[in-house]
């Protein structure tokens, strides 16, 4: 299973690369609006930066709307870097473009996927990626989690290439139960992965080893003084 982290905040992406774990960022246009970049030159630098910093993917989203513009900023993105996957959304005029980019030769994340059928589109349009969001279809009570395992059925039916890419995971469980459906890739914020790390009994666990172990050299002190 991938790990991509869904930020596009220079300092997180490099704690992120630093643990070693990372194989990829997934950015989207509020993400890029969060870090206050401005004007599409210094936006389109941002990801090379970004792409300097990691050494998988780099999701970049288009702004338009319509097939002609969305290709004209899809080949500007890609064009940055080989690893730059060009994330469109799933509409009509995404699909087309996305059908475009695959005969092109251009990666792509069809993103704002909630519908198995949404997934099956883009996947049909040669998508390399799938990001259905998750956490965002548990906040209006239905369980995102099912829409991962729904992908994961039809996409092993066909042997779909497309990768799912479970985004809009939020909490560790959400990585946890990816991972036991089987979803390719999923990002998240660098929070929730580092939550993965934590468990009481290890704290427990290491503070005793620890104390026992000071415990053991003080005695030793007492016993065999240094001279
Ligand atoms: O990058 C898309 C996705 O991961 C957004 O997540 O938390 O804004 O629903 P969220």
């Known amino acids: 299973m991938k790990f991509f982290v869904d930020t ?6 490099k704690e992120a ?6 194989d990829g960022v997934t950015t989207n246009p509020s993400l890029i609006a969060k ?12 990801y090379e930066t970004i792409c300097g910093l990691v050494d998988g993917d ?12 969305m290709v004209r900023e899809g080949e500007t993105l890609a064009a940055i870097h080989p690893r730059i996957v060009v994330k469109v959304p799933i509409t009509k005029e995404g699909l087309k473009a996305i059908s475009y980019f695959s005969k ?11 519908s198995p059928g949404q997934a099956l589109l883009a996947a049909k349009a040669g998508a390399s990626y799938v990001s259905p969001f998750m956490g965002r279809l548990d906040d209006i009570s239905q369980e995102g989690i099912e829409l991962i395992r729904s992908l ?13 890419l479970a985004a809009s995971a939020r909490s560790p469980l959400h990585i946890v139960q990816c991972a036991r459906i089987g979803a390719d890739v999923v990002t998240c914020p660098l929070s929730s992965l ?9 704290q427990v666990g290491l503070e005793k080893f ?12 007492k016993t065999y003084p240094r001279v």
């Open 8 to 13: 596009a905040n220079l300092d997180q992406i």
């Open 58 to 69: 780099v999701s970049a989203e288009v702004i338009a709307t319509d097939f002609e513009t």
């Open 35 to 46: 870090e206050g970049i401005i004007g599409t030159e210094a936006i389109l630098r941002h």
């Open 104 to 114: 092109k030769g251009i990666r792509t994340n069809c993103t704002l996927i909630f």
């Open 152 to 164: 994961r059925e039809i996409f092993d039916n066909y042997a779909f290439e497309t990768e799912i």
């Open 210 to 221: 620890l104390s026992d172990y000071a415990r053991s050299q003080e005695q030793a002190e």
């Open 194 to 202: 580092l939550a993965l790390l934590n468990h009481p009994l290890t």
């Open 17 to 22: 690369a630093s643990l070693g774990i990372i």
